[in-house]
C-alpha cells in the first residue's frame, strides 16, 4: 500500500499564504526527490518546485522563485511547499510526486490526488 496524500489547499485572498503538505504512507519519502506540480484548468502541468534526495538541493520555477519554499520533516515523512505571496495566476491542483533519482526529469513513480488552491478576492 504505496500512497501520497496532498492537504492544505484551500481558497486565499491575492497576497496571502497557505502550506501543503504531501504525506508518504507505505514507504520512507526521505529517500525520494520529491517534487510539486501544478495544472490549471486549459492549461498543461507544470513542474513548480522538487527537492533532491541525491544533492538535497532544491529547485523552483521561475514563476514562483521566492515565493515558494519546499522542505522536509523526515519524522512526519512529509514533504511541505509552503506558499507565500500568492497570486490569481497561482490558482490550480496542486499535485505532489516522488521518484529515485533527481529532479530534473518528468517521470515520476508516486503521485498524490491533488489539492486544490483558489487564489481570488
Known amino acids: 500500500q504505496v500512497q501520497l496524500v496532498e492537504s492544505g489547499g484551500g481558497l486565499v485572498q491575492p497576497g496571502g499564504s497557505l502550506r501543503l503538505s504531501c504525506t508518504a504512507f507505505?514507504?520512507?519519502?526521505?529517500?525520494?526527490?520529491v517534487a510539486w506540480f501544478r495544472q490549471a484548468p486549459g492549461k498543461e502541468r507544470e513542474a513548480v518546485s522538487c527537492?533532491?534526495?541525491?544533492?538535497?538541493?532544491?529547485f523552483a520555477a521561475d514563476s514562483v522563485k521566492g515565493r515558494f519554499t519546499i522542505s522536509r520533516d523526515s519524522a512526519k515523512n512529509t514533504v511541505y511547499l509552503q506558499m507565500n505571496s500568492l497570486k490569481p495566476e497561482d490558482t490550480a491542483t496542486y499535485y505532489c510526486?516522488?521518484?529515485?533519482?533527481?529532479?530534473?526529469?518528468?517521470?515520476?513513480?508516486?503521485w498524490g490526488q491533488g489539492t486544490q488552491v483558489t487564489v481570488s478576492s
Open positions: 507505505g514507504f520512507t519519502l526521505e529517500h525520494y526527490t
Open positions: 527537492l533532491s534526495s541525491i544533492s538535497g538541493s532544491t
Open positions: 510526486a516522488a521518484r529515485e533519482g533527481s529532479c530534473h526529469v518528468s517521470e515520476y513513480d508516486y
